[in-house]
């Protein structure tokens, strides 16, 4: 076995963190890794937490944190933060939230950007759950991006969702219906010191109790007011609650496939534009392509089905 | 293989100005720098932490209230002692031109004081990041 893998399986925190470095490159030295750690997977439970930005994602992680570390369970953290589209750089804040878990060795916090993916998480992210999840980690939570409507990848990912809303959205919490709202494990809603509380709650409860679904498990709705730990353990029994929920159902073992799938798509999509882009493969077939897409000799489908021809063969 | 540089910019000690801190972020990301704010009031131990985790190429030290002689030096020292010493440190803030030479020698490489425009910050960087 290398010796990163090695060092990452015993939770050396410079082996972690540069491992992710390397997948998160998408580094061939990465590979071999990601190979020999992946029977050490499997241990972790996986929460997904999402919500609009503002709603107090990463305080309610740093709280939720703090319970998990009484009960002893190491904790890995991926906060995740929009790239921008135009210069390619990234502001990543969450750890502004997070201060007093820094000095705990406990706890790994790891700040990610987009990198262009849509969606509300990053292409790598499965990799680091992994890494996280091989070197010991109990518990994983993956903060997204600040989410609007349509981002619901986390699910893939997570075995517990969550979904943060705040008091005060009003109808927009409406318009969050479809998308964002279908996705809870459990609904928090937070800052629940605030005006408008009541229809909030309200609001979610008669979503829940007109979903047909045929579970016997109903979608809990919490409240919490993050920044003065209320609401936090009961929260955390919850989340455990649903754990327990999916392994006695069995659910879990379709939840990791789900997530599996979603890995080994993004890895084939990564490695297949790689190959068409490469200057030594198929750029310079895309760029005749291109050329006669312009010039109306061919059209886009056609191109598309030549270039695709050319790996298929 | 994509490789971005991705920054620490952290505020040791007790001084609450961080608008000079929040500029620059602002400019390293707008030139494709991943960068990752830790906020106010951080101790030598919770950097270098943060910079082992986050796996950083530089980290950006800011401090305005006079003590950067001892608080950028015991960062700058502590990462020598943890094994950071490929990573570039920079830092800017209220420092003496006499102060310099020292910090530079301790390990400091880039010391930027007010009015510097952000591209120099920025060059410096690029030019300067070791890995």
């Known amino acids: 076995m290398n010796d990163i893998a090695k060092k990452v399986l015993s939770g050396d925190q410079r082996a972690i963190a540069r491992l992710i470095t390397l997948a998160e490159n998408n580094d061939s030295a990465a590979t071999k890794v990601m190979a020999d750690i992946h029977p050490h997977t499997g241990n972790a439970h996986i929460i997904g937490i999402t919500g609009v930005m503002g709603s107090g994602k990463s305080t309610l992680i740093c709280e939720l944190t703090r319970i998990f570390r009484k009960q002893r369970k190491k904790v890995g953290i991926i906060a995740i933060d929009p790239t921008s589209p135009f210069s390619g750089g990234a502001l990543l804040g969450d750890r502004v939230r997070m201060m007093e878990l820094a000095m705990d060795d406990g706890v790994f916090i790891r700040s990610m950007g987009t990198r262009g993916m849509l969606g509300g998480l990053t292409s790598a992210v499965y990799d680091v759950v992994e890494i996280l999840d091989a070197s010991g980690k109990d518990v994983i939570m993956v903060e997204t991006v600040g989410v609007g409507q349509a981002e619901v990848d986390v699910i893939k990912i997570a075995d517990t969702t969550l979904v943060i809303i705040v008091p005060g959205l009003g109808d927009s919490i409406q318009t969050l219906k479809a998308g964002v709202m279908e996705i809870a494990d459990i609904y928090v809603v937070n800052k629940a010191d605030r005006q408008g509380v009541q229809q909030a709650v309200a609001e979610i409860e008669s979503l829940v109790d007109i979903s047909c679904s045929e579970k016997d498990r109903k979608t809990p709705i919490m409240q919490t007011i993050s920044k003065d730990g209320k609401g936090i353990e009961e929260l955390v029994k919850e989340i455990i609650n649903h754990f327990k929920y999916l392994e006695k159902t069995k659910e879990i073992e379709a939840q990791r496939r789900l997530r599996y799938e979603a890995e080994l798509i993004e890895i084939i999509k990564k490695s297949l534009m790689n190959f068409i882009f490469d200057e030594s493969k198929l750029k310079n077939t895309v760029e005749k392509k291109l050329d006669q897409i312009s010039s109306k000799e061919v059209d886009p489908y056609t191109a598309a089905n030549e270039i695709l021809g050319k790996i298929l063969k | ?131």
Request: aromatic share 4%; glycine share 12%.
């Open chain 2, 1 to 131: 293989m994509e490789r971005k540089i991705r920054v620490l910019i952290a505020k040791p000690g007790l001084d609450g100005h961080d608008r000079g801190a929040k500029v620059v972020a602002r400019a390293l990301r707008d030139a494709g720098m991943e960068v990752v704010y830790t906020g106010l009031h951080q101790t030598a131990e919770m950097i270098i932490e943060a910079a082992i985790q986050e796996d950083v190429d530089v980290v950006g030290l800011s401090l305005l209230s006079g003590a950067h002689m001892t608080l950028f030096i015991d960062v700058a020292r502590l990462m020598q002692e943890k094994g950071l010493g490929d990573v570039l440190i920079v830092g800017g803030g209220i420092v003496p031109e006499g102060d310099i030479p020292k910090l530079k020698k301790e390990g400091i490489k880039g010391v930027f004081g007010p009015g510097t425009h952000c591209d120099v910050i920025v060059d410096f960087i690029k030019k300067n990041v070791k890995r």
